[in-house]
């Protein structure tokens, strides 16, 4: 199907839902997208609209999202309050090297401050985290003037960029990533900061790119399974997850699917071994399991949603655990599509308390409860603390 000309998501939409021999009724009713957005849209009152929205569209008439939106869209970063928050981790971050000192940080020191660091972030204790980040970056920075130092210094880099990543402050988690990647020791090393580079990606709304990036790094260390270690093909499943995720946010559902199976086979052949390299590295069954749950939640199928969920295993999780709690979202998000209203809420209270420093990161968490506001006449106390927590306007 030719790209569509028109130089605004409207023009684009009318024409393809054109081409398709849609009337404007029966894409409302394949998309589950409102015809008064859909008539704004076409008719120019509305000049832009959610990539959520975008993307069901998209789906509903076999297109792309990136077509439809034509072309990556920048979503936003984070607030000022919370730029503000986070502005001594970057200030020592784009601190020039320190010079010689009589009291240098050793780079066994140095490790061993950072693995003291990392659980911090597996426990989402984001503020303490941050922390202790300046003095970790400048110590490590002293210290990367020898091999063993560089590679301590980018785990502490690639750390960093998933903190600012969480936090959604996107150019500072890119100036630390790239800088990981320069400092990285071996191929999974790279393999780990790309990963995570494909997430930044996801989060920042660009999606061709991040689709491409990780789909050419997962054929790049694509390993023998037969004599392949756990780390390797964690390594490999991460990115394609990642790979899927950026299928499925544009609309290509196939593609998904046939990169989620891929990514399952790399779990089963990791099984029960343990995978090297901390919490951002952890690969096994499971987490195909969570990823499928949420391609069908992305997929507007939300039964499918919480039968998957029902089939997890959390034996062994964290209760902070971030996959675990984007499931609950998930999980919430499909309760409301059911408009299983209270039970939502429920499910939004359960990540209030397992992770309070992630929660209010998460835009996905504020588009739920805004969906469930917008059905209430009044709300309750819960939903009210749930609102300052996510923040979402009353």
């Known amino acids: 199907m030719p790209h569509p000309t028109g130089s605004s998501i409207g023009a684009r939409l009318r024409e393809?839902?054109?081409?398709?021999?849609?009337?404007?009724?029966?894409?409302?009713?394949?998309?589950?997208?409102?015809?008064?957005?859909?008539?704004?849209?076409e008719q120019g009152e509305r000049a832009d609209t959610r990539v959520e929205t975008a993307r069901a569209l998209a789906a509903a008439l076999g297109v792309p999202t990136t077509r439809l939106l034509g072309g990556e869209r920048e979503t936003p970063g984070a607030a000022p309050a919370v730029a503000d928050r986070w502005a001594p981790v970057r200030a020592a971050l784009e601190a020039p090297s320190p010079g010689p000192s009589d009291d240098a940080p050793t780079v066994a020191g140095v490790r061993r401050a950072v693995a003291a660091a990392v659980p911090l972030a597996a426990a989402d204790r984001l503020d303490q985290l941050g922390a202790v980040l300046p003095g970790l970056l400048r110590d490590a920075a002293a210290v990367a003037d020898s091999p063993a130092g560089r590679r301590v210094q980018a785990d502490l880099l690639g750390l960093t960029g998933w903190l600012f990543t969480q936090t959604r402050q996107f150019d500072a988690a890119d100036v630390a990533l790239t800088r990981a990647l320069d400092g990285a020791g071996d191929d999974l090393d790279v393999a780990a900061a790309v990963s995570t580079s494909c997430w930044l990606l996801l989060r920042r709304g660009r999606i061709g790119a991040a689709g491409h990036l990780a789909e050419t790094w997962a054929d790049r260390i694509e390993p023998r399974m037969s004599r392949a270690t756990p780390g390797e093909l964690a390594a490999w499943g991460w990115l394609l997850l990642r790979a899927a995720a950026a299928a499925d946010r544009d609309a290509r559902s196939d593609d998904a699917e046939r990169l989620l199976r891929l990514a399952g086979s790399a779990a089963s052949a990791v099984g029960d071994l343990p995978v090297p390299g901390g919490f951002l590295r952890a690969f096994d069954a499971r987490t195909v399991q969570l990823k499928d749950a949420e391609h069908a939640m992305i997929s507007d199928r939300p039964d499918r949603v919480l039968q998957l969920s029902e089939t997890i295993s959390w034996q062994g999780m964290r209760p902070t655990s971030n996959n675990l709690n984007r499931n609950r979202l998930d999980q919430a998000a499909a309760r409301v599509r059911l408009r299983r209203y209270a039970e939502a809420v429920d499910t939004l209270e359960l990540v209030r308390h397992a992770a309070p420093q992630w929660l209010?990161?998460?835009?996905?968490?504020?588009?739920?409860?805004?969906?469930?506001?917008?059905?209430?006449?009044?709300?309750?106390?819960?939903?009210?603390?749930l609102a300052d927590a996510v923040g979402v306007p009353l």
């Open 360 to 385: 209010p990161h998460q835009r996905y968490a504020q588009d739920i409860l805004g969906q469930v506001i917008a059905r209430r006449r009044t709300l309750t106390p819960r939903m009210r603390l």
């Open 16 to 41: 393809t839902r054109k081409r398709r021999g849609l009337s404007q009724r029966e894409l409302a009713g394949r998309s589950g997208v409102s015809l008064s957005l859909i008539r704004k849209l």
